[in-house]
C-alpha cells in the first residue's frame, strides 16, 4: 500500500487566498486615485511655496476671501465642464454664453427696474435654454459637440454685443452684487471669530467624517480591501486639520463669502449625482464606451442633452457672479473662461477619451489654476509668464494622464 505525503510546500495557501498587506493596499488605493492625490499634492506644494515666496500673504484671511470670489465662476463652470467631457463631449460656448446672460440680467435689472430674483431665474432659464438648444442639436441630430458649440461661442459673443449696443451697463443693485461680493451675516454674541462661520465648519467637519466613516463601514460589509485602521485615522486627522484651519481663516476675517455657499451645494448636489444616481452613472457609461452602453440600456440621447442644458443652467449663474462681481454688464466679459474651464477639468483629472473624472477634481483644478494666478500676481510675475506656466501645467497634467493610461495597459 502506498500513502502519499504532503509536503509543507504544497499545504501552504496560494497567493490567492493570502491576505494583501498594507503596501498592496495603500499601493492599489493610490493608483485608483493616482490624478486626484496627485493634484491634491500639487496644490499643497503650490500653497507652500507661494506662502514662503509672498512672506505669508498668500494664506492671510482677506486674500483668501479674496482668492475665492475671484475664482468662483471659473469654479462654476469647471464643474459643469467636468461632466460634459466625462460624457466624451466639449463645451467651447461657455465663456460667450456667460458674457451673454451677464448682458441679459444687466438690461432687466438696470434698464428695466426688474428685482434681482426674477431677474436671476430668468437668467438661469436663459442658460438651460441656450444648452438644451445646444444639446438638441449634439444628442438627436448627432452634429459634433466641437462644432455646435464653436457656432454657440459665436453667436452668443454676437448677442451680446446686439443687447448691449457696445457699451457697459451698470450698477446692480446691492442684493445682486452680494451673490459674488457679499458674506454671510454675523449673528449670535460677540467673539473674536465670525460665529456662523464657525457653526458651519463644525457641520462641514461632521459630515466629511461621516462620510469616510460610512464608506469604510460599507467597503467592510462588501469584504472590499480598506487602508488599515491607523492610515484610516491618519486621513481623518488630515481631514479635519484642513477643516479647522480654514474655518478659522475665513472666520478671522468677514466668514463665508456667498458664492462660496452656492458652490459648496453645487459640489454636493453634482457630486451626490454622479456617484450615486443612475443619470450620473449613464454619463460616466456613456463617455467610457458609448456602443456598450446603449447596448445596456442607457438613452444616449436624453443624458447627453441633460448634460448640456446643466452646463448652460451653471454657465448663466457662473454669468451673474461675475456680472455681479464687475457690477456691470461688459461686452468683453467671459474671455477664455471655456479655456479656463476646459483647463481645470483636464488638470482635476478628466480624460481627453471620457468616462473619467469627478467634480471635485474640477473644483481641485480650478484651485490649482487660481492659487498660481494669484501667488504669481503677488510676487510680481508678469501675465505673459502667467500665461507660458498655467499652459505648462497643462501639458504635464494631459502628459501624466497618458503616461499613466500607458502604464496600466502593459
Known amino acids: 500500500m502506498t500513502t502519499t505525503t504532503t509536503s509543507p510546500k504544497d499545504a501552504a495557501p496560494g497567493p490567492s487566498s493570502a491576505q494583501p498587506s498594507t503596501r498592496e493596499v495603500l499601493l492599489r488605493g493610490l493608483r485608483g486615485n493616482m490624478r486626484q492625490y496627485g493634484m491634491l499634492i500639487a496644490l499643497a506644494f503650490i500653497v507652500v511655496l507661494f506662502q514662503v515666496w509672498t512672506d505669508g500673504t498668500l494664506l492671510l484671511p482677506n486674500n483668501v476671501s ?67 438648444w445646444q444639446g438638441y442639436f449634439i444628442a438627436y441630430l448627432g452634429i459634433p459637440s466641437f462644432i455646435v458649440t464653436l457656432a454657440g461661442m459665436l453667436l452668443f459673443r454676437g448677442l451680446t454685443q446686439i443687447v448691449l449696443e457696445g457699451q457697459s451697463i451698470a450698477p446692480f443693485p446691492e442684493g445682486f452684487q452680494n451673490l459674488a461680493k457679499g458674506f454671510i451675516p454675523e449673528m449670535g454674541p460677540y467673539t473674536q471669530y465670525h460665529n456662523p462661520t464657525l457653526f458651519l465648519g463644525l457641520v462641514a467637519l461632521v459630515f466629511l467624517l461621516l462620510r469616510e466613516w460610512r464608506d469604510r463601514r460599507r467597503q467592510l460589509a462588501y469584504e472590499l480591501d480598506v487602508v488599515p485602521a491607523g492610515v484610516w485615522a491618519l486621513k481623518c486627522v488630515a481631514i479635519t486639520a484642513a477643516v479647522v484651519a480654514s474655518t478659522l481663516t475665513l472666520a ?151 503616461w499613466n493610461k500607458r502604464k496600466a495597459g502593459k
Open 66 to 132: 479674496n482668492l475665492i470670489q475671484q475664482n468662483s465662476y471659473i469654479l462654476i463652470l469647471a464643474m459643469g465642464m467636468m461632466i460634459v467631457i466625462i460624457a466624451g463631449h466639449i463645451d467651447l460656448s461657455v465663456g460667450s454664453l456667460v458674457a451673454f446672460v451677464g448682458a441679459l440680467s444687466a438690461v432687466m435689472m438696470v434698464k428695466h427696474d426688474m428685482p434681482w430674483v426674477p431677474a436671476l431665474i430668468l437668467s438661469l432659464l436663459v442658460g438651460a435654454l441656450a444648452g438644451a
Open 252 to 402: 478671522s476675517f468677514h466668514g463665508v463669502p456667498v458664492v462660496m455657499l452656492i458652490m459648496c451645494a453645487l459640489l454636493i448636489g453634482l457630486g451626490y449625482v454622479m456617484r450615486n444616481a443612475v443619470v450620473g452613472r449613464h454619463v460616466y457609461a456613456l463617455g467610457g464606451n458609448k456602443a456598450a452602453a446603449k447596448l445596456s440600456g442607457v438613452k444616449d440621447k436624453r443624458v447627453t442633452f441633460l448634460v448640456f442644458v446643466n452646463m448652460g443652467v451653471l454657465a448663466a449663474l457662473a454669468g451673474c457672479v461675475y456680472a455681479a462681481r464687475l457690477n456691470a454688464g461688459t461686452p468683453q466679459a467671459g474671455l477664455n473662461f471655456e479655456l479656463e474651464a476646459i483647463a481645470a477639468a483636464f488638470i482635476g483629472g478628466a480624460s481627453m477619451s471620457g468616462g473619467v473624472g469627478t467634480v471635485m477634481g474640477a473644483v481641485i483644478g480650478g484651485l490649482v489654476l487660481g492659487v498660481l494666478n494669484n501667488g504669481m500676481s503677488l510676487v510680481g510675475i508678469g501675465t505673459d509668464y502667467q500665461q507660458v506656466i498655467k499652459g505648462l501645467v497643462l501639458l504635464a497634467a494631459v502628459g501624466f494622464d497618458v
